[in-house]
């Protein structure tokens, strides 16, 4: 008889957004970085939540505004890791998204999807079950990868933008 296995991803969100808050020096209590990849030098985790076993959308195409869905997406389960950075206020969203771009093609992960302002999209989503997001395409970078690897894929979505507080 043949079974029907399910294979359970990792998934680790990167939100990146310019550090407003310059008293904030310290990362929220509880966090720490992903095993998989590291932080851009001088940021600072300001949200953390890390649980053993939730869902999650991976963006795999641009957002429909009218409907807030993507034109293509994957549905994961496993645990799921979102981690928020605020960057340092002189370094462009470019330049910490082309860091993470390449530190990610160093440590194996491919490219799933890739887009900037408007080719993303606009609109509200759900990627996990208990957190909403919006995207506005404004100075925004998204990304999604995957790592193969033999004790199960990992995938990542990682964001930069400009953001206000």
Known sequence: MITNQKVFAVS???????MVLAAQK???PGSKDHSLIS??????????????YDEFLLPLGKLD???GKFAKSQHLEGKVTRIYYEFPPNRSVLE????????????????????VNEECGYGNFRLTSDKAEAWN????????AKL???KGDAYLRANAKTTTH
Request: charged share 20%; with cysteine.
């Open 96 to 115: 910490v998204f082309r860091n993470y771009e390449g530190a990610l093609k160093t440590a194996g992960f491919q490219t799933l999807f890739s887009c």
């Open 39 to 52: 932080r851009y030098p001088g940021s600072v985790i300001t949200e953390y939540t890390a649980k053993e």
């Open 137 to 144: 395409a404004a100075n925004e970078r998204q990304l999604s």
């Open 12 to 18: 680790l969100l990167v939100y990146l957004s310019p």
């Open 26 to 28: 310290a990362d929220v």
């Open 148 to 150: 193969s690897r033999a």
């Open 65 to 67: 505004s009218g409907t």
